[in-house]
């Protein structure tokens, strides 16, 4: 019913930048927040960057400073601008969007289908 389309992994050298994507389409009758999350071999998936409905953001600890998440509502898309990336960034990146898609439900969980992106020299 939602689908989230993620785009802009890859491969980059350290210091280097990268710019994710994701499009939210299908039955989506409300969007409320809009995150990113990271899983790298071996870890457990964590939060990256989550950024509600009237633009307040949070980010992890490791990022801050350096990734800039932002959104555009008329799109349904969300954006993970990457900055100063460094080797321990290398992961893969999910989209993650909290919508009702039927009005009167309750809001769920939905998630991409991942991005990897790796940061070596």
């Known amino acids: 019913q939602v689908q989230l389309v993620e785009s802009g992994g890859g491969l980059v050298q350290p210091g280097g930048s990268l710019r994710l994507s994701c499009a939210a389409s299908?039955?989506?009758?409300?969007?409320?927040?809009m995150a990113w999350y990271r899983q790298a071999p071996g870890n457990q998936r964590e939060s990256v960057a989550r950024?509600?409905?009237?633009?307040?953001?949070n980010y992890g600890d490791s990022v801050k400073g350096r990734f800039t998440i932002s959104r555009d509502n008329v799109k349904n898309t969300v954006y993970l601008q990457m900055n100063s990336l460094k080797p321990e960034d290398t992961a893969i990146y999910y989209c993650?969007?909290?919508?009702?898609?039927?009005?009167?439900?309750?809001?769920?969980?939905?998630w991409g289908q991942g991005t990897q992106v790796t940061v070596s020299s």
């Open positions: 993650n969007v909290v919508a009702m898609v039927v009005a009167g439900q309750s809001f769920r969980d939905h």
């Open positions: 299908g039955s989506i009758f409300s969007i409320d927040s």
């Open positions: 950024i509600t409905t009237s633009g307040s953001t």
